[in-house]
């Protein structure tokens, strides 16, 4: 069997379970990567080592990954799905070491002057909800005026806005643990109050794609040499500001809506210094030598 075959029954059979924004990303690396190495081989004749020697020869990490997994799921999909009697040459493989990235962020007083100066854009309120309550920027445009409660102060997250196929796409969260209620910061509750008028419902994008809005963040922040992240890092800045304040790590990642508090350390904490100073400061307070 080819693995072209395996990755269109996979692919026919996956359409039925995924969301678009998910199908998306293996038909982008059945395309780049998959197909155009291994499309006309059969599965019985691939070896470990070409495998390992393809996955080295990836040079960008995040692209290698992806296509090892993606690889892998068509390749043993089609093991079970077909009852092949070969070894799963998928085994063992090693995958590159993740880079250490440090990701932009803005600092307390410089997200300050950025939501300032954009004040009065039709996506302010996007960007103003994805820097105040640390949101994915799909949760962010997935927001509805309807989904605040005004009185208390709290926002339901509950939906993200996607663009696939040429259009804008809405599912539930990534995660049950992604459907939350935040408090928004009083400061950006009355600014929300003000650019909502008299609106009950709507989406706060109004009728923007995400891209787009990250787009113009980025064009008038550049234009008028506003303190800029990409829009995804406004999260990260959330996470490092609250942490530098003191906040607790499982505070922010129930905040962020992880599933383990891991995932926050991993991919969302800067710097511990202001973890790990707390730390000591509640040794040396315990410890007083005699």
Known sequence: MRMYDAAMAYMT???KRLRGNTIEGYVSAFRHHVLPAWGERELEEITHEE???????ITTYGAAIKAFKTFRQAYR???????????DVTQGIELPERPIVRRE?????????????IAGQAWEAVVLCEAALGLRRSEACGLDWSDFDWRRGWVHV????????????????????SDRWLRVPRWALARLRQLRGTLRSGRLRGDLAPHQIAGRFKRFCRRFSLPWVPMTCL???????????????????????????????????????????????????????E
């Open 158 to 177: 509950q939906r993200g806005a996607h663009w696939v196929g040429g259009k804008i796409v809405e599912y539930a969260t990534k995660t049950k643990l």
């Open 235 to 289: 999260r990260h800045s959330w996470a490092t500001i609250a942490l530098e304040g003191g906040a607790a790590l499982d505070d922010v990642s129930v905040a962020l809506g992880h599933t383990c508090v891991d995932m926050c350390v991993k991919h969302y904490l800067q710097s511990f210094r202001t973890v790990v100073g707390r730390a000591c400061d509640a040794y040396e307070a315990a410890i007083v030598p």
């Open 51 to 57: 495998l390992q020697d393809w996955v080295d020869s």
């Open 105 to 117: 962020v803005l600092d307390a007083k410089q997200e300050a002057a950025t939501l300032g100066g």
């Open 13 to 15: 059979e996956k359409h």
């Open 77 to 87: 999909w089609s093991i079970r799905r077909y009852k092949l009697r070969i070894w």
